[in-house]
């Protein structure tokens, strides 16, 4: 998202510097516009130690000085909880007003006690805080609700729409990193439920984490090999979604989840769990079907209800399309615009 709003206020013809912590990439995985001056301050945080941790996060609140002093910027936008806090201590005393966005909803996502403390005490140095959600706002103490606002991701309309139904569905797709957060286990188990009366079913997880070794050692215990893959993070999303006939998106908890999105725009059936994110996206049983967070049964059950059904099915990917109208580039780049022009 971050790189989209980069390269749309250079479109618009501003001078824009994106500056990340992470260690120098040669290509950065998001494109970025040639024109856009990419500083990476090579200052990671992979570290258990927590003397460490503290030493790097002082080093990276004078090295983030250092170079905002040297840029002067008109505004400041940061994205990510602990980024924003570092960003703001950073920028004090700087007179630059700093936009932070949360990215995903804070009352399920947690972070250090120490940080969660730190974020009520210095987000009111913010000129904007931004969230994708309602839910997500009802984090924030009452005293937040005038700098607040909630602008959700742009969705743009595919280069190819799915045209071709399948007259049944034997490919499944899900997209998401390989985290708890995004309980690939309960997809995974209703999967094998599932090939209990439709054995041509497959499914591909696209995405990398820490749960790989988790997730491959479930898939072997249900013997489940030839039916499950995970092949990794994709750069071409739209062509694994066009290969696929079902999308299900099974997670604990999201921001504004850009796969659900981009599925959806395709024009791909969709199934996704009932939580924070997935709910502001998706009108069950008109563009979608909803299922209780980590309920296998359910998902299994509707499921099997759009394997059965394909007028149903084929109905729910045509009206999913909306979606891009809904949430269009042009309307959520015009607020975070608004939003620029208000603070300064």
């Given at each position: 998202?971050?790189?989209?709003?980069?390269?749309?206020?250079?479109?618009?013809?501003?001078?824009?510097?994106?500056?990340?912590?992470?260690?120098?990439?040669?290509?950065?995985?998001?494109?970025?516009?040639?024109?856009?001056?990419?500083?990476?301050?090579?200052?990671?945080?992979?570290?258990?130690?927590?003397l460490k941790r503290f030493l790097n996060s002082f080093k990276r609140i004078l090295v983030?000085?250092?170079?905002?002093?040297?840029?002067?910027?008109?505004?400041?936008?940061?994205?990510?909880?602990?980024?924003?806090?570092?960003?703001?201590?950073?920028?004090?005393?700087?007179?630059?007003?700093?936009?932070?966005?949360?990215?995903?909803?804070?009352?399920?996502?947690?972070i250090p006690p120490f940080y969660a403390w730190l974020r009520l005490k210095v987000y009111?140095?913010?000129?904007?805080?931004?969230?994708?959600?309602?839910?997500?706002?009802?984090?924030?103490?009452?005293?937040?609700?005038?700098?607040?606002?909630?602008?959700?991701?742009?969705?743009?309309?595919?280069?190819?729409?799915?045209?071709?139904?399948?007259?049944?569905?034997?490919?499944?797709?899900?997209?998401?990193?390989?985290?708890?957060?995004?309980?690939?286990?309960?997809?995974?188990?209703?999967?094998?439920?599932?090939?209990?009366?439709?054995?041509?079913?497959?499914?591909?997880?696209?995405?990398?984490?820490?749960?790989?070794?988790?997730?491959?050692?479930?898939?072997?215990?249900?013997?489940?090999?030839?039916?499950?893959?995970?092949?990794?993070?994709?750069?071409?999303?739209?062509?694994?979604?066009?290969?696929?006939?079902?999308?299900?998106?099974?997670?604990?908890?999201?921001?504004?989840?850009?796969?659900?999105?981009?599925?959806?725009?395709?024009?791909?059936?969709?199934?996704?769990?009932?939580?924070?994110?997935?709910?502001?996206?998706?009108?069950?049983?008109?563009?979608?079907?909803?299922?209780?967070?980590?309920?296998?049964?359910?998902?299994?059950?509707?499921?099997?209800?759009?394997?059965?059904?394909?007028?149903?099915?084929?109905?729910?990917?045509?009206?999913?399309?909306?979606?891009?109208?809904?949430?269009?580039?042009?309307?959520?780049?015009?607020?975070?615009?608004?939003?620029?022009?208000?603070?300064?």
């Amino acid at each position: 998202m971050l790189s989209e709003l980069a390269n749309h206020w250079v479109s618009k013809g501003h001078k824009v510097s994106f500056i990340t912590f992470a260690t120098s990439v040669a290509v950065p995985f998001y494109s970025l516009d040639s024109k856009i001056n990419l500083i990476q301050l090579d200052q990671s945080q992979h570290t258990s130690s927590p003397l460490k941790r503290f030493l790097n996060s002082f080093k990276r609140i004078l090295v983030l000085r250092k170079t905002l002093q040297q840029l002067t910027p008109d505004r400041i936008v940061s994205f990510v909880d602990i980024t924003n806090i570092t960003t703001l201590i950073s920028s004090i005393g700087i007179k630059t007003p700093v936009v932070v966005s949360e990215r995903i909803d804070p009352n399920f996502h947690k972070i250090p006690p120490f940080y969660a403390w730190l974020r009520l005490k210095v987000y009111p140095l913010c000129s904007k805080l931004i969230v994708q959600t309602t839910n997500a706002a009802t984090y924030f103490p009452k005293q937040f609700n005038q700098c607040i606002e909630i602008i959700p991701n742009p969705v743009s309309p595919p280069v190819i729409e799915k045209k071709d139904y399948a007259q049944r569905i034997t490919s499944i797709v899900s997209i998401g990193r390989l985290e708890q957060q995004k309980d690939h286990k309960t997809l995974i188990r209703s999967l094998s439920r599932l090939l209990k009366t439709h054995p041509d079913l497959t499914l591909t997880i696209y995405g990398e984490g820490r749960e790989r070794k988790n997730l491959e050692t479930l898939i072997t215990s249900l013997a489940l090999q030839d039916k499950i893959h995970l092949p990794g993070t994709t750069h071409n999303i739209q062509e694994a979604l066009l290969n696929a006939d079902l999308f299900v998106f099974p997670s604990h908890y999201e921001g504004f989840p850009n796969a659900l999105c981009e599925a959806m725009a395709v024009g791909l059936p969709v199934i996704a769990s009932n939580c924070s994110g997935t709910t502001d996206i998706l009108r069950d049983g008109i563009d979608g079907r909803l299922f209780p967070i980590g309920d296998v049964g359910a998902l299994t059950k509707i499921a099997l209800e759009l394997l059965e059904d394909p007028v149903q099915s084929r109905a729910l990917g045509t009206r999913a399309k909306e979606v891009s109208v809904r949430f269009s580039p042009t309307r959520i780049f015009a607020l975070w615009d608004n939003i620029l022009e208000e603070i300064l």
